[in-house]
């Protein structure tokens, strides 16, 4: 199967930065080029791609795709087909206005070039002064509004020794993975040197070394498919060796990704520039279907020194190389020092595995309902059940009794039940909007999915699951560690984590490291402690404790604001550094937002306290308008007012008489000005 794992499109050609090594022309560049694909016309290949797979994922490129004014229609329109969207940038534009926008539109992340950790090369490198400070910050941006992103390191002979500090930044400035790539020699790439094949052996070393002390990062080669050889060379058994393609550092040019110009051109990777045809003349997946070109990438018949090597399944070397001398796509690529040994040839250890476990129609139908979040894990305990029973096909009874076996006896804790560390019961609820979603899983996976979003919620110390909650939850967003963390540290928090569900930890345990960390720096620490760490299980995560009353009224409060005004408490006490939330302290927050939202009023130009103000509301603001949940949240809000007014019609049964008082008096205050309402 020649599924198509990536797709690039390159949206433009023009750009702000003018970098030495880019394979697109030098006045293009600055200046754009005629052609390039429409709105609409993008519009039509994403369409053309989640009909056949929504497994793909879009990079959406350049040049600077930033320079598309259209890129967050794309990217909104792409998510909404249930793609996988990414940004490839050079990150200088990356405000915190366009980083919110692009998350927003449902963007799954960004890739931001860095050079070098000097930033005076990195400036010369990208041809533009200032760009490497731009880049970090566009980077704080991403991790300021929690835009998961990666940094990609283009590697040469400049910055080669950079390869382990490139590393260390790579997890201080809490990306989640590191693309290194080695450059190709072809457009403007002629006017440099490429690395030895030398340098190039002892950098995909380097690389092997640094996964291996760094686990906790995924460290990635790109365009150097040797990566296959030597990590076997260094341990066959090992998970690199496993992966197929791209995930293991091979070359998946033609077989399971291409690229499309601006102008729709289809070409197999970025180096090797000859089209097979373009999205205007026919369409994508006839031109992905019969290319061939993209069939000998497929079923290559190599030459030279590649054709005898034992590494040629597992490796097949870079096409794009030889070519680029002029030789023929399939000859020997240059930039590889290993000599065949004339032995066996080496087969992917995971191909045989694939082969071995067939899935019933049925099964794969059920499979494809699964959650995005649980698909791959459902996928991957199946086909391992089956294996292990001697079997040779998931069906769907093989699912039915993982998932009973899965949820049966352990289901995790439920809404209810008696937790010894909130001294009694949870209440929990659902949003009508998270239920909707809730109702939509497969009937298999509803009890699953739901037991694991509650007790994430409950760890988190939450009183509700949200549709914010579930959007992490199959993001599986993790925001990585960046502060220096104490063995001791490491062991409490996986004590505390053991009798959790491997699905609950790997939601759960990110938000608790973000949370220690934020113990750590209220300390003006560097280091996490195993001090940290009880504070955040001992106030379950908030880093304030509540009073028990404090936390009835709480419990008490209506289910549309309960969660609300529980959040809104925990970050006032944080502000204001108290260790613990009394009644008065809620009171005091209560009292602090009416008289907010009261200022509000009147700067709509109200003077009576009524309901009269959603309809002002309306006009004034404009996520308002057309806003069907704002509009049941309001209904829900006049409703439980009107059922708990008192004897004058007035809501004594939410706020007492001293401070509707307090509320009236400031809208009948006399303006100081017409424009007042403007200013507030």
């Not at 090594?21 to 290949?45: K, R």
């Not at 995005?372 to 009794?401: I, N």
């Not at 108290?578 to 927050?589: G, H, Q």
Request: glycine fraction near 8%; proline fraction near 4%.
């Amino acid at each position: 199967m020649n599924d198509l794992f990536l797709l690039a499109i390159n949206l433009t050609r023009r750009c702000n930065l003018n970098c030495s090594h880019c394979y697109l022309d030098a006045e293009t560049l600055q200046q754009g080029g005629d052609g390039e694909l429409s709105t609409e016309e993008v519009i039509q290949l994403l369409d053309q791609i989640a009909a056949r797979s929504t497994d793909t994922m879009v990079v959406l490129t350049g040049g600077e795709p930033l320079l598309r004014k259209d890129l967050e229609a794309l990217v909104a329109h792409g998510s909404q087909l249930g793609l996988s969207i990414v940004i490839g940038t050079n990150g200088v534009l990356l405000n915190e206005k366009r980083v919110k926008s692009l998350k927003a539109a449902g963007a799954m992340g960004a890739g931001i070039s860095v050079d070098s950790l000097d930033p005076g090369f990195h400036d010369q490198f990208r041809g533009c002064p200032g760009s490497w400070e731009k880049t970090l910050a566009g980077m704080d941006a991403c991790r300021k509004h929690e835009l998961p992103f990666q940094v990609h390191f283009s590697i040469t002979e400049g910055n080669a020794e950079e390869l382990e500090g490139m590393v260390d930044f790579t997890k201080s400035v809490g990306a989640h993975l590191l693309n290194i790539f080695f450059l190709v020699c072809t457009g403007r790439g002629e006017k440099m040197s490429d690395i030895t094949p030398q340098r190039y052996e002892a950098a995909l070393n380097q690389i092997i070394a640094a996964q291996q002390k760094h686990p906790d990062l995924m460290i990635r080669a790109r365009c150097a498919p040797h990566y296959k050889r030597i990590a076997y060379q260094n341990d066959p058994n090992s998970p690199v060796t496993r992966a197929e393609g791209y995930e293991g550092g091979g070359c998946i040019a033609g077989t399971h990704y291409c690229r499309i110009t601006p102008e729709g051109g289809v070409t197999a990777c970025p180096y090797i520039p000859d089209e097979e045809g373009n999205i205007r003349q026919q369409s994508f997946l006839s031109i992905w279907d019969e290319s061939e070109t993209f069939e000998q990438l497929r079923n290559p018949a190599l030459k030279g020194k590649c054709g005898e090597c034992e590494y040629q399944i597992l490796c097949g070397g870079c096409r794009a190389r030889p070519k680029a001398l002029g030789a023929d796509l399939m000859d020997t690529d240059p930039w590889c020092s290993y000599q065949p040994q004339n032995g066996k040839i080496i087969q992917p250890l995971n191909s045989t595995e694939q082969e071995d476990v067939a899935w019933s129609a049925e099964a794969e139908k059920r499979l494809g309902r699964v959650p995005g979040f649980l698909r791959k894990m459902v996928k991957k305990r199946a086909e391992q059940h089956v294996l292990e029973q001697g079997l040779s096909e998931v069906t769907s009874e093989v699912l039915t009794e993982l998932s009973s076996k899965r949820f049966g006896a352990n289901m995790p804790k439920r809404p209810g039940h008696k937790d010894d560390n909130n001294n009694g019961e949870i209440h929990l609820v659902w949003t009508a909007e998270a239920q909707q979603r809730l109702d939509e899983t497969p009937s298999f996976l509803r009890e699953g999915v739901r037991a694991v979003a509650e007790d994430v919620a409950q760890t988190e110390g939450r009183l509700e699951v949200n549709t914010k909650l579930l959007d992490r939850l199959e993001a599986e967003d993790e925001p990585g560690r960046r502060l220096n963390w104490e063995d001791e540290a490491d062991n409490l928090l996986d004590d505390f984590l053991s009798n959790r569900e491997p699905q609950v930890v790997m939601f759960v345990k990110p938000t608790l490291e973000t949370a220690a960390e934020m113990a750590a720096k209220q300390r003006n620490s560097i280091t996490v402690t195993a001090g940290d760490i009880q504070i955040i299980i001992d106030t379950q995560i908030a880093g304030v404790e509540w009073d028990l009353v404090a936390l009835k009224r709480v419990e008490g409060a209506p289910e549309f604001v309960r969660a609300g005004i529980k959040k809104a408490a925990e970050f006032n006490a944080r502000r204001e550094g108290l260790s613990i939330i009394t009644p008065d302290d809620l009171t005091r927050f209560r009292n602090r937002a009416m008289m907010k939202a009261v200022r509000r009023l009147r700067g709509f130009g109200m003077d009576e306290l009524n309901f009269d103000a959603w309809e002002i509301a309306k006009k004034r603001v404009p996520r308002l308008k057309d806003n069907p949940q704002a509009e049941k949240r309001f209904g829900e809000i006049r409703t439980h007012v009107e059922s708990h007014q008192g004897e004058n019609g007035e809501g004594l049964g939410i706020l007492d008489r001293e401070m509707l008082d307090k509320m009236k008096a400031e809208l009948k205050r006399p303006r100081t000005s017409k424009k007042e309402g403007a200013k507030q």
